[in-house]
C-alpha cells in the first residue's frame, strides 16, 4: 500500500493516530443505546433504517416497541403495513413503514430470513445504501466496511484538510481515508466511535477547539493560528 492516498491526502499513518485518539475519546464518551448492545445483524439493520434523518435519543423508544412485537425477519416480513405504521409514526417519514417490511420480505424470499454479509448483496436490497450497508456489517459482523456520513464527511474536511463539493459523502479522497479508518483491529469500535466523535464533539457551530483531543494535528485549526 503506497505512503500515500491520493495527492494532497494525509499519510496513512495520520489516519491510524486519528483512529487511535477517536478510540480512546470513545471509551470514556461513548453513547448507549439497546441496538449497540446486540450483535443481531436484523435488529442493527433496522436500527440503521431508523437512523436515517432521524436523531438517536427518538429511535430508542420506537425500537424497543418494534422488537418487542415482531423480533426477527419472519415477523416484520408477515407484519400488517398499519400496524407498522403505528409503531413508526413517532419518527415521521412515512416511506419507512414500507421499506421496512419490503426489506423484510425480500431477505426472507432471497436468504431464507438471513442477514447478507456483503455489501454487494446488502445494497442489491430495497432502501440500502451504502452506510447502512457499512454500518451494519462493521457494527453486527465486526467487518472492515467503512461508513460515510455528512457529520464523518465534516470532520475529515476540519481534521485532513479535505476539499469536498456539496456531495461530500461521495468524494473519493473522504472514501479513501474512511476505508483506512475502518482497517484497524476494531472496525466496530472505531466507526461506532467516529460516529459519536462527529455528532458530539466536531459539531457543525459552536466549537470548541481547545478541548478537543485532535486539536494538535487538526487541519481546521492550524490554519486558523
Not at 423480533?71 to 413508526?88: F, G, M, R, S, T
Not at 461521495?170 to 476494531?186: C, F, L, M, T, W
Given at each position: 500500500?503506497?505512503?500515500?492516498?491520493?495527492?494532497?491526502?494525509?499519510?496513512?499513518?495520520?489516519?491510524?493516530?486519528?483512529?487511535?485518539?477517536?478510540?480512546?475519546?470513545?471509551?470514556?464518551?461513548?453513547?448507549?443505546?439497546?441496538?449497540?448492545?446486540?450483535?443481531?445483524?436484523?435488529?442493527?439493520?433496522?436500527?440503521e433504517m431508523m437512523l436515517r434523518r432521524t436523531k438517536a435519543d427518538q429511535?430508542?423508544?420506537?425500537?424497543?416497541?418494534?422488537?418487542?412485537?415482531?423480533?426477527?425477519?419472519?415477523?416484520?416480513?408477515?407484519?400488517?403495513?398499519?400496524?407498522?405504521?403505528?409503531?413508526?409514526?413517532?419518527?415521521?417519514?412515512?416511506?419507512?413503514?414500507?421499506?421496512?417490511?419490503?426489506?423484510?420480505?425480500?431477505?426472507?424470499?432471497?436468504?431464507?430470513?438471513?442477514?447478507?454479509?456483503?455489501?454487494?448483496?446488502?445494497?442489491?436490497?430495497?432502501?440500502?445504501?451504502?452506510?447502512?450497508?457499512?454500518?451494519?456489517?462493521?457494527?453486527?459482523?465486526?467487518?472492515?466496511?467503512?461508513?460515510?456520513?455528512?457529520?464523518?464527511?465534516?470532520?475529515?474536511?476540519?481534521?485532513?484538510?479535505?476539499?469536498?463539493?456539496?456531495?461530500?459523502?461521495?468524494?473519493?479522497?473522504?472514501?479513501?481515508?474512511?476505508?483506512?479508518?475502518?482497517?484497524?483491529?476494531?472496525?466496530?469500535?472505531?466507526?461506532?466511535?467516529?460516529?459519536?466523535?462527529?455528532?458530539?464533539?466536531?459539531?457543525?457551530?459552536?466549537?470548541?477547539?481547545?478541548?478537543?483531543?485532535?486539536?494538535?494535528?487538526?487541519?481546521?485549526?492550524?490554519?486558523?493560528?
Amino acid at each position: 500500500m503506497k505512503n500515500k492516498l491520493s495527492e494532497d491526502i494525509t499519510s496513512i499513518k495520520d489516519i491510524r493516530i486519528f483512529r487511535n485518539k477517536i478510540i480512546r475519546w470513545f471509551h470514556k464518551n461513548g453513547r448507549t443505546y439497546p441496538w449497540r448492545e446486540t450483535r443481531d445483524p436484523f435488529k442493527v439493520l433496522i436500527a440503521e433504517m431508523m437512523l436515517r434523518r432521524t436523531k438517536a435519543d427518538q429511535v430508542t423508544q420506537v425500537y424497543e416497541r418494534l422488537f418487542t412485537e415482531y423480533p426477527d425477519v419472519e415477523a416484520v416480513a408477515n407484519a400488517e403495513d398499519k400496524k407498522l405504521e403505528q409503531i413508526l409514526y413517532p419518527l415521521g417519514l412515512k416511506w419507512r413503514t414500507p421499506a421496512f417490511a419490503l426489506v423484510a420480505r425480500e431477505m426472507r424470499e432471497k436468504y431464507q430470513c438471513k442477514i447478507p454479509e456483503t455489501r454487494k448483496k446488502l445494497t442489491a436490497l430495497p432502501g440500502i445504501g451504502e452506510y447502512v450497508a457499512g454500518a451494519l456489517l462493521s457494527i453486527a459482523y465486526c467487518k472492515k466496511e467503512w461508513i460515510v456520513d455528512s457529520n464523518i464527511v465534516r470532520l475529515f474536511k476540519r481534521y485532513f484538510g479535505v476539499k469536498t463539493s456539496k456531495e461530500g459523502r461521495r468524494n473519493k479522497h473522504v472514501i479513501e481515508i474512511a476505508k483506512i479508518y475502518a482497517s484497524g483491529k476494531n472496525p466496530r469500535k472505531a466507526n461506532l466511535a467516529i460516529l459519536d466523535f462527529s455528532a458530539l464533539v466536531c459539531t457543525p457551530r459552536k466549537l470548541d477547539c481547545e478541548k478537543c483531543p485532535l486539536r494538535k494535528r487538526c487541519h481546521y485549526l492550524l490554519s486558523c493560528s
